[in-house]
């Protein structure tokens, strides 16, 4: 009984290991915001770091954040990274991407843009053309010049179900906090927009 007992403690800490491999909890205070009227999803108090996943991506519903609004104008997006002194990444270079799909996965590509992540603070991609969206998007930071999924991201601690992760790009898991992603946006003048826009005036 009592080595059942063992055996039992070992594969469950074999197993807790394996499922929590690619992320760990962190201590940090809640970053400083200017930019409130970006769209994001997390909640400032960073309280996962993770490398897991090829694609780490969040999902964007316009509607989460205006009703009835429709598509957006992107010109710039926002990505926090952590650089862990026992987990060192073997690049700071990561495509940042705009996707539009639903909340099953990314669908039609949009734009792909190069950018050097640094460690907690801001990174922007800023797009050389502005990206019309529709009103389900997906950004998403692809790592595939990694070897392991680095630079690693930060979110938070409880998810609204909009951040997800794959290694695939086919099959999509929700990640167990929100990443820190934005986007600065404004009105694309589409015609599901146009009557957005007289709805509310």
Known sequence: MIMNMKMFVLIFVVLAQAAFAGQISVDLDPVQRTDTDWFRYDDGTPYWLTWEGKYRGVWFNTEDFIPGMGGMLVDVSEFWFYHHASYPWDTSDVYIEIWNGDAMAPVTQLNQTLITAVHYAPVYA????????EANFWVLANTEMSAGGWPASISDEFPWGHSFRSDDFTIWEPW???YFTAVA???ALSGTTWGSLKAAF
């Open 126 to 133: 800023t797009y050389s053309a502005t990206v019309e969206t």
């Open 185 to 187: 946006w404004y009105w």
């Open 176 to 178: 167990i906090g929100d």
